[in-house]
């Protein structure tokens, strides 16, 4: 978020001095520019894979757990090894691909939240159908022809995006991204 964390001097009450961590914000509400923007349009379009490797990884965690300690993939996890100590790498492999389902776990409950905090309930259902669901955008235009014209359907979109990075630059998400 846009703000600063400082120490400023205060006196108290009983005439003691000392020091405060004080917040100062630059904006309640920030604006997302337009590379964070693009990065929630790169997140949004990873939710579906997201949710499904999640729904994956919580349904085979024992299987996945017997592969890494008894398969060939914990044999070496950095090809610059000289020698393997394969149960240490195993442990590593786990670790890493809990660490991995608690990231999708952050980013796709947060995506969620700023998705329902969309006020423009066309924008809204727009995204859900594009994003949520998985749809192309091919098949989301064909979803909404009936009542929505092409551009209409690409503008909805669109504020959506917007309203969904700014949220996400609120909550502190943004920061947190890495394509």
């Known amino acids: 978020m846009n703000g600063k964390v400082f120490l400023k001097p205060i006196i108290t009450q009983r005439g003691m001095r000392g020091m405060a ?3 100062e914000q630059g904006e309640l509400f920030p604006k997302a520019n337009e590379l964070e923007s693009q990065r929630t ?4 379009g990873k939710y579906k894979s997201m949710k499904l490797l999640m729904d994956d990884y919580e349904k085979n965690t024992k299987a996945m757990q017997m592969i890494g300690i008894d398969g060939e993939v914990a044999r070496r996890i950095d090809s610059d090894e000289l020698h393997a100590d394969k149960t240490a790498n195993a442990v590593i492999l786990m670790d890493k691909q809990r660490w991995v389902y608690e990231q999708y776990q952050l980013y796709t409950s947060t995506i969620h ?3 329902l905090l969309i006020q423009d309930d066309e924008a809204k259902q727009a995204v859900i159908h594009r994003y949520l669901e998985g749809h192309s955008f091919k098949e989301t235009i064909l979803f909404f022809r009936h009542g929505l014209s092409d551009s209409t359907i690409r503008r909805k979109l669109s504020e959506g995006i917007e309203s969904i990075a700014n949220t996400l630059k609120l909550m502190g998400i943004i920061e947190q991204i890495k394509e």
């Open 21 to 23: 961590m004080v917040w």
């Open 41 to 44: 349009k790169f997140l949004l």
């Open 113 to 115: 939240r700023a998705i």
